[in-house]
């Protein structure tokens, strides 16, 4: 069975980091691309970042870019956004999500984490 | 920037048939796929590609397209299908991009 689990979510004031994590089982995950999704509260989807399976592509919305940075562990399972300099819009239950294979589509999601910024 | 519009509120009524529409450029260009979110959930890719369902998705959705408008059909709708339904497509620097999302009502 496919899971997703982040963590590391919390309350953290503004211009403060946190770093979120996503652990997953049951597939191969070095051989799919990653994304977080965010969602805040009462609002829509919003895609935040990608990253290929080998980490050689990444990208940004320009919401988050030179803020956030996207990386993944593929010997751990696990795939991380390291979130600098937030700011309240950025509060929100953050998902990690699994490319489908083959299209553009998100297949598998995680249950979410919630970042609330504010003083 | 690009972006994907829906109609914010839909309802049918119990076993008939809703149609959610999705409209903008990147639809000429990519597929949509569309996501299923109950309350407090994670949401759920229940259309990809052409007209593809993952397993444990019933066959009552479906998917077209035509121009720039993509439609995710809900042929004999349940109670459960209550949710937030969103399309997902790219944006003009091929990044993906969500629609503003439709509520369905099943009355």
């Given at each position: 069975?496919?899971?997703?689990?982040?963590?590391?979510?919390?309350?953290?004031?503004?211009?403060?980091?946190?770093?979120?994590?996503?652990?997953?089982?049951?597939?191969?995950?070095?051989?799919?691309?990653m994304?977080?999704?965010?969602?805040?509260?009462?609002?829509?989807?919003?895609?935040?970042?990608?990253?290929?399976?080998?980490?050689?592509?990444?990208?940004?919305?320009?919401?988050?870019?030179?803020?956030?940075?996207?990386?993944?562990?593929?010997?751990?399972?696990?795939?991380?956004?390291?979130?600098?300099?937030?700011?309240?819009?950025?509060?929100?239950?953050?998902y990690?999500?699994?490319?489908?294979?083959?299209?553009?589509a998100?297949?598998?999601?995680?249950?979410?984490?919630?970042?609330?910024?504010?003083? | 920037?690009?972006?994907?519009?829906?109609?914010?509120?839909?309802s049918?009524?119990?076993?008939?048939?809703?149609?959610?529409?999705?409209q903008?450029?990147?639809?000429?260009?990519?597929?949509?796929?569309?996501?299923?979110?109950?309350?407090?959930?994670?949401p759920v890719?229940?259309?990809?590609?052409?007209?593809?369902?993952?397993?444990g998705?019933?066959?009552?959705?479906?998917?077209?397209?035509?121009?720039?408008?993509?439609?995710?059909?809900?042929?004999?709708?349940?109670?459960?299908?209550?949710?937030?339904?969103?399309?997902?497509?790219?944006?003009?620097?091929?990044?993906?991009?969500?629609?503003?999302?439709?509520?369905?009502?099943?009355?």
């Amino acid at each position: 069975e496919v899971q997703l689990v982040e963590s590391g979510g919390g309350l953290v004031k503004p211009g403060g980091s946190l770093r979120l994590s996503c652990a997953v089982s049951g597939f191969t995950f070095s051989s799919y691309s990653m994304n977080w999704v965010r969602q805040a509260p009462g609002k829509g989807l919003e895609w935040v970042s990608s990253i290929s399976s080998s980490s050689y592509y990444i990208y940004y919305a320009d919401s988050v870019k030179g803020r956030f940075t996207i990386s993944r562990d593929n010997a751990k399972n696990s795939l991380y956004l390291q979130m600098n300099s937030l700011r309240a819009e950025d509060t929100a239950v953050y998902y990690c999500a699994r490319d489908s294979a083959g299209s553009t589509a998100f297949d598998s999601w995680g249950q979410g984490t919630l970042v609330t910024v504010s003083s | 920037s690009s972006e994907l519009t829906q109609d914010p509120d839909v309802s049918v009524a119990l076993g008939q048939t809703v149609r959610i529409t999705c409209q903008g450029d990147s639809l000429r260009s990519y597929y949509a796929s569309w996501y299923q979110q109950k309350p407090g959930q994670a949401p759920v890719l229940v259309i990809y590609g052409k007209n593809n369902r993952p397993s444990g998705i019933p066959d009552r959705f479906s998917g077209s397209s035509s121009g720039n408008t993509a439609s995710l059909t809900i042929t004999g709708a349940q109670a459960e299908d209550e949710a937030d339904y969103y399309c997902n497509s790219r944006d003009s620097s091929e990044n993906p991009l969500f629609g503003t999302g439709t509520t369905v009502t099943v009355l």
